[in-house]
């Protein structure tokens, strides 16, 4: 089975615009968590989404959001682009919604210039 | 929210020699302590976890330890391989969700 794919792998942007980002989980998987990676941090959390609905929201802006589809893919929207968005972008998926291990894609690296 | 601490930052060892890794967390409702291995430019693979109702637990050469009471754990690496330099992040996760808390990495060096 395929793990969790993430796509673009890599992104420039510039300062004010919006980005997609997208993942799909391993094959079963119905949860799937958004976390912001810092170049020298530990990942941060920023959604979760199980049964596409949001079962849990990290401490960032509004102008992040995401949503998950019917077949438990997901799209993580950032708008108007700061700098500080740099950061490598991490999918993760589990089975289950509570104490579950996550898995996690590749990442997206979202530079911003 | 949870605030999970890790210590060291850095860790160089020699290769053979064991390396401990420890984190504290402040959240009494966390139950879920996973640890993660990244290597430079790859995503974070998960490589132990333990419950709360477990106080140790064991797979070949790592091994994680609880104290629920002083909400502290620790990942333990023996034998030590080259291969084994990496960062390694510990996390926390509450019984609501599935959001894990990150520490702030270690980075492991074994030295040939």
């Known amino acids: 089975d395929a793990g969790v794919t993430q796509s673009p792998t890599h992104l420039i942007k510039t300062r004010g615009q919006q980005v997609t980002l997208r993942c799909s989980p391993i094959s079963g998987h119905k949860s799937v968590s958004w976390y912001q990676q810092v170049l020298g941090q530990g990942p941060q959390f920023i959604f979760q989404?199980?049964?596409?609905?949001?079962?849990g929201r990290g401490n960032f802006p509004d102008r992040f959001s995401a949503r998950q589809f019917p077949n438990y893919s997901s799209e993580l929207n950032v708008n108007a682009l700061l700098l500080g968005d740099s950061a490598l972008y991490l999918c993760?998926?589990?089975?289950?919604?509570?104490?579950?291990?996550?898995?996690f894609g590749d990442g997206t690296r979202l530079s911003i210039l | 929210g949870e605030n999970v601490e890790q210590h060291p930052s850095t860790l160089s060892v020699q290769e053979g020699d064991s390396a401990v890794i420890k984190c504290t967390y402040s959240d009494s409702a966390s139950n879920y302590f996973p640890w993660y291995k990244q290597e430079l430019g790859k995503r974070p693979q998960l490589i132990i976890d333990?419950?709360?109702?477990?106080g140790e637990k064991k797979d070949q050469r790592i091994a994680v330890t609880l104290n629920k009471t002083a909400k502290h754990f620790s990942l333990h690496i023996t034998e030590t391989q080259p291969e084994d330099s990496a960062v390694y992040f510990c996390?926390?996760?509450?019984?609501?969700?599935?959001?894990?808390?990150f520490g702030t990495g270690t980075s492991l060096t074994v030295i040939p």
């Open positions: 333990i419950r709360s109702n477990v």
């Open positions: 989404y199980y049964e596409k609905e949001e079962r």
């Open positions: 996390a926390a996760s509450r019984g609501t969700g599935n959001q894990f808390y």
């Open positions: 993760a998926s589990s089975a289950g919604l509570v104490g579950q291990p996550q898995h």
